[in-house]
């Protein structure tokens, strides 16, 4: 082989190098229609291409849908498990599936709610 190696580049010298990830990356968003994000925006972006308040509602479902299968999934495997301790088979596990999902409401509910402001003096 003839052709020499420049150091850990891989490129054999004489050769341009090819353009780096993020050069690729901002050609690629242009031509696909998309904001290029500056240099200064770097870190503060919520998503990728979102912008914040699309990046706020999506966390605010992700954790709407958390929440409420949290706290079914909790309630069901305590149910579920006293039924099999006591030998009560179908009531518990009822009865935990629907107080988990009432608590999954409730905390759905304080998520959402609007935040009550102290009096003003």
Do not use: C, H, Y
Not at 17 to 28: G, I, K, M
Not at 82 to 104: E, I, V
């Amino acid at each position: 082989m003839s052709e020499e190696r420049d150091g850990n580049n891989r490129t054999p010298r004489g050769t341009q190098r090819a353009p780096s990830f993020e050069d690729r990356l901002s050609a690629a968003r242009r031509k696909q229609g998309l904001k290029v994000p500056r240099e200064e925006d770097a870190g503060q972006t919520p998503g990728i291409g979102l912008s914040p308040s699309q990046g706020n509602a999506l966390g605010m479902g992700l954790r709407v849908g958390v929440e409420l299968v949290s706290a079914l999934a909790v309630a069901v495997a305590i149910g579920w498990f006293l039924d099999r301790w006591l030998g009560t088979t179908p009531f518990l596990l009822m009865l935990f599936f629907l107080l988990g999902g009432a608590a999954g409401v409730a905390n759905v509910w304080r998520l959402v709610a609007p935040r009550k402001r102290p009096p003003e003096r």
